[in-house]
């Protein structure tokens, strides 16, 4: 079993539209969760992060995390074509620096206008 | 502020042939990785240094693969010889070695096929 599980999609939407992308995960150590986007042809990019439990919230995006469920959310609100990418989530054991990611495989997103 | 860069973006080989990947990480980024993507799939660590060492090097093939991060700057990955297997996208990224956070900035990226 993989520590960290996504459904690869692909997920199709119409312009506007609310997008909900998940993944669960089955290593308690995980403390900080992360998303990033990522292009056709381009590297991952850090879209936002969350230390431990809780919401957070930037712009059309919102990230949630629920330890007691081992489950994370990405919210994007008023979806946009420019919203097209593939979404991965990440997790990283501990704190200090050079911690090893843990990918999820990545959602593949397309917002159609 | 220029990025990560990788060359070449684009290798096609065939089969047992030797391939080389080249990364410039951002300057002044003391880590610096190596990450394996194939299709459909989240990138998976290969290799990290911390400057010239390299403190995480469980995941590497050890039989075919190796790298260099010569000076603590530039690194180079290599395969020798090349299966059919290692056809994937082969990304690099660097990171300030920061407490926290520790964000990686990746590169674009080395898209490997193997013939």
């Known amino acids: 079993q993989k520590e960290v599980e996504q459904d690869p999609g692909p997920l199709s939407v119409p312009e506007g539209a609310i997008v909900s992308l998940n993944c669960t995960y089955s290593?308690?150590?995980?403390?900080?969760f992360m998303w990033y986007r990522q292009y056709s042809r381009k590297g991952p990019e850090l879209l936002m992060y969350?230390?431990?439990?809780g919401n957070k919230e930037d712009g059309r995006f919102t990230a949630q995390v629920d330890k007691s469920s081992k489950y994370i959310s990405l919210f994007i609100r008023d979806s946009q074509p420019s919203d097209s990418a593939t979404y991965l989530c990440?997790?990283?054991?501990?704190?200090?620096?050079?911690?090893?990611?843990?990918f999820g495989e990545g959602t593949q997103l397309t917002v159609n206008p | 502020e220029a990025g990560v860069v990788q060359s070449p973006r684009y290798k096609i080989i065939e089969k047992k042939q030797p391939v080389a990947f080249w990364c410039n990480p951002i300057?002044?980024?003391?880590?610096l990785y190596w990450y394996l993507q194939n299709l459909g799939q989240g990138p998976e660590l290969l290799i990290r240094?911390?400057?010239?060492?390299?403190?995480?090097d469980s995941q590497l093939p050890k039989d075919r693969f190796s790298a260099e991060r010569l000076k603590g700057v530039d690194s180079t990955l290599k395969i020798q010889p090349a299966e059919l297997g290692d056809s994937a996208v082969y990304l690099c990224?660097?990171?300030?070695?920061?407490?926290?956070?520790?964000?990686?900035?990746f590169g674009p990226g080395t898209r490997l096929t193997v013939l």
């Open positions: 300057s002044g980024h003391n880590t």
């Open positions: 990224a660097s990171s300030s070695g920061l407490r926290g956070i520790n964000e990686q900035f």
């Open positions: 990440a997790m990283i054991g501990r704190e200090t620096s050079g911690s090893r990611l843990t």
């Open positions: 969350t230390y431990s439990s």
């Open positions: 240094y911390e400057n010239e060492e390299a403190v995480d």
């Open positions: 290593n308690s150590a995980f403390q900080y």
